[in-house]
């Protein structure tokens, strides 16, 4: 089994290697593509053939999984914050397998996207499967990116309704980047959110005048000084739209008379499918500040016809209105003053709009806002905005998965197993008043003198008189797990370690040469220090070959 698991963690590595490239560069050609699936295929039939009881487990879970829920298909470790909030099981059953299959080799958690093509492969092969195979063959892809926006499950749907809730577009450009419209008020949200579900990069149109303030170290991808605000024109296509979806929800007599009545050559329907007859008497009601805010932001408005539309409007509306408060007896005085309200403002509009330099009745000047309009006034401070310049820009989100191979200290580690000591040197191992002050270093330097430390791995040396051992030790650290590996020297005795746990040990190397004492179970000991039941345990007598060999799967 060992063989097969070296094996297995082989075919990873080589598959890292091509995602590594692929995130640097997402363009990959048809026979690119082909090689890795070739790859996750031999993976996956490996993987299978284990007959290790814990893999094996670990995969039927995983294949039960993909079976049920088509949105596993596009994950990505790059997802995992909004996985782990969606289904916390399913990403730690991926880190599981994946540390059980790499052991001395892991690196990196990235790594278990490998075994989720693998899986995903196996599972394609079943008879069940067979109309769905092209779909999930699609997907066994070595870098697959952040949440697709169609899935609109879990996190994906919370950033989608949010942003429509606001109105404004959001397009997956690439893998790796999400092109957004937002209001810069809203932009910290967004961010946390795209990067939640595993973009690396955000683009998003924002104003200069914002760049400049706020995102100076912002990378300006386009220019488009041109861009106008299109707030009123959103505002404007969508109650066109809710009209015409309210229509289409009428019985269907009454939907085929109305659709002959409002067809498009008719005057009616011209109006209806031109939203400004909506809304046009709506902002015609706002003063000459807005106005005038309007025409600038927006060209094809035409504040004569709005102003016009929008003085005709209120007018009929307030006449309709207080006769109907008459006829219904809800106060003779209360439907005068509306009819009689409507009709002052219709004149004092009227007048003042044809005044050069009027009072008008809401805002001194002309032409002057409706006292219908006052609400609407009011809450279109910094709705309506004056054009700006404006420039697309790119926001880095998170930087690009680790998926390069780390270099381990075992081979180092074997290598000084393997030493040949000669009795005198060994014997420094052992404390006494002859080197108190000098323990262990004549050890250190025999081996260093005949095995120089290995380039680009980290490895602390610590001598500790009190536990009679020379200790080597090294640590990897990813997300949210972290590799020890320790190599412990005692006389006649080498002991390596090898643990992958998410739990933070301090001086995690001097902590376990107490467990190397006769009669102990010396993994289960060491699995209760580092908290973890993936601990692996080489011991050699170096008089011998090796005398020991033992993890947890073969326990």
Same mark, same amino acid.
């Given at each position: 089994?060992?063989?097969? =698991?070296?094996? $297995? ?87 599981? =397998? ?18 989720? %093509? ?71 949200? @967004? ?41 009123? @024109? ?21 939907? %085929?008379? =109305? ?31 807005? %106005? ?13 016809? /709005? ?30 003053? $509306? ?55 790119? $926001? ?43 323990? /262990? ?11 120089? $430390? ?71 000991? =060491? ?29």
């Amino acid at each position: 089994m060992k063989t097969q =698991l070296s094996e $297995l963690s082989t075919i990873i590595n080589e598959m890292s290697q091509i995602r590594e490239r692929t995130i640097i560069n997402p363009e990959m050609t048809g026979s690119e593509k082909d090689s890795y699936m070739l790859l996750a295929r031999r993976l996956g039939r490996k993987l299978s053939e284990t007959g290790n009881q814990f893999i094996d487990g670990h995969v039927t879970s995983l294949r039960q999984k993909i079976g049920k829920d088509e949105a596993t298909w596009s994950y990505d470790p790059v997802q995992d914050i909004h996985w782990r909030k969606k289904d916390r099981k399913f990403v730690s059953s991926l880190e599981e =397998l994946l540390v059980a299959i790499v052991f001395d080799d892991f690196h990196t958690l990235d790594a278990k996207h490998h075994l989720m %093509q693998a899986i995903k492969y196996l599972e394609s092969q079943e008879p069940y499967f067979a109309e769905k195979e092209d779909a999930i063959f699609d997907t066994i892809l070595p870098y697959l990116g952040g949440v697709p926006l169609d899935n609109r499950k879990g996190g994906g749907k919370k950033f989608l309704d949010y942003m429509f809730s606001t109105k404004y577009e959001v397009e997956r450009k690439d893998p790796s980047t999400i092109l957004v419209g937002a209001d810069p008020k809203i932009l910290g949200s @967004l961010i946390n959110e795209a990067r939640d579900m595993g973009y690396s990069n955000m683009q998003i149109v924002l104003s200069k005048k914002f760049i400049e303030k706020k995102m100076k170290d912002a990378k300006i991808i386009e220019d488009h000084t041109d861009q106008k605000q299109n707030d009123i @024109l959103l505002a404007m296509e969508k109650t066109n739209s809710i009209f015409h979806n309210m229509l289409n929800k009428l019985p269907i007599p009454i939907h %085929q008379k =109305l659709s002959e009545v409002y067809a498009a050559d008719k005057p009616l329907g011209k109006i209806v499918r031109s939203p400004k007859y909506l809304i046009y008497p709506i902002l015609g009601s706002l003063p000459k500040s807005s %106005q005038e805010k309007l025409s600038r932001a927006y060209p094809e408005y035409d504040k004569k016809k /709005a102003f016009y539309s929008s003085l005709l409007g209120t007018t009929i509306a307030a006449s309709v209105g207080g006769l109907v408060v008459i006829v219904e007896g809800a106060g003779l005085a209360v439907g005068i003053g $509306l009819v009689t309200l409507g009709y002052t403002d219709f004149l004092t509009r009227m007048f003042l709009s044809h005044r050069r330099d009027p009072y008008g009745l809401v805002t001194f000047s002309s032409p002057s806002g409706s006292v219908f309009g006052i609400p609407l006034w009011m809450a279109e401070k910094g709705f309506i905005k004056d054009p700006e310049d404006f420039a697309l820009v790119e $926001l880095p989100l998170r930087e690009s998965p680790e998926t390069t191979y780390k270099k381990n200290p075992i081979e180092y580690y074997q290598g000084i197993c393997e030493l040949e000591i000669p009795k005198s040197i060994e014997e420094k191992l052992v404390k006494d008043a002859g080197n108190y002050h000098t323990y /262990a270093e004549g050890f250190l330097e025999h081996i260093k003198s005949n095995l120089p $430390l290995p380039e680009q791995v980290s490895i602390e040396t610590i001598a500790d008189r009190d536990q009679q051992s020379v200790i080597y030790h090294h640590e990897l650290k990813t997300g949210t797990i972290t590799k020890y590996i320790s190599l412990v020297c005692q006389k006649g005795k080498r002991h390596i370690v090898t643990a992958i746990t998410s739990s933070e040990l301090k001086d995690a190397g001097r902590k376990i040469t107490s467990v190397f004492e006769e009669n102990k179970d010396h993994v289960a000991e =060491l699995q209760k220090i580092y908290k973890t039941p993936f601990v692996k345990l080489t011991s050699y007598n170096i008089q011998q070959k090796e005398v020991e060999n033992k993890t947890e799967e073969e326990k």
